[in-house]
């Protein structure tokens, strides 16, 4: 784990329970969850690039 950035309580807890839910999950719903999260992730990285843009301009 990153030892600059950790998680905070609530958030391991958080972790723990989706690590239960994905083991539950076939091979194929996880490739599709994994899709959905990563095109989240990218989502979430041009919204902060908008709005640090935004700021700087």
Same mark, same amino acid.
């Given at each position: 784990? =990153? ?5 905070? !309580?609530?958030?391991?807890? $958080?972790l723990t329970i ?5 083991? %539950?999950?076939? =091979? ?5 969850? !994994?899709?959905?999260?990563? $095109? ?8 902060? %690039? ?8």
């Amino acid at each position: 784990m =990153d030892t600059k950035n950790p998680l905070t !309580l609530e958030q391991e807890f $958080k972790l723990t329970i989706y690590r239960k839910k994905v083991y %539950k999950l076939s =091979d194929k719903q996880i490739r599709q969850h !994994l899709i959905l999260t990563l $095109k989240q992730m990218i989502i979430k990285d041009n919204i902060i %690039k908008f709005f640090i843009k935004k700021s700087l301009s």
